[in-house]
């Protein structure tokens, strides 16, 4: 099986959340994201920390686990092919980010001939994902 992680996935592993997914690391023959989900993250940390929600040492520890966790991406570049996707309509509502990842992930999967699982927590890009015949966890 091989993955497709967004950014809300990647978060609420990186913050330990609850309702975070627990992949059994073993049965997935890869993990793949876009670029912009590391974009997308440091943006969230920065968030909280304009919030007041991480202390300074929280933060560094965080921004060091995320960047640890991107290693083990395979990380999908933000080409012209995957924005013009992104701007084709999709069978449901989905904001500019989402559908840059379902984007992402489908011409992913038409390159390479193969499934994808996606993982989310967006319930937006779940459907959508769904309704492409993704399988999806998180959601």
Known sequence: MIIYFDSSAIMRLILGDPGR???DWKLFRARVSS??????CLRTIDR??????LSEAE???R??????????????????AV???ASEPFPVSLGTLDAIH??????????????????TH?????RAAKAFGMETIGS
Do not use: F, N, Y
Not at 48 to 53: A, H, I, M, Q, T
Not at 63 to 80: A, C, F, M, V, Y
């Open 21 to 23: 997914i627990h992949p």
């Open 122 to 126: 967006d319930q937006a890009l779940a």
């Open 35 to 40: 670029e912009l989900a590391e974009v997308e």
């Open 83 to 85: 924005l013009r996707r």
């Open 102 to 119: 379902l984007a992402t992930a489908l011409l992913w999967q038409e390159e390479r001939q193969t499934d994808l699982t996606m993982a």
């Open 59 to 61: 933060i560094a520890i």
């Open 63 to 80: 921004k060091k686990e995320l960047h640890q966790w991107l290693e083990g991406l395979d990380r999908i570049k933000l080409s012209p």
């Open 48 to 53: 909280l920390r304009l919030k007041d929600c």
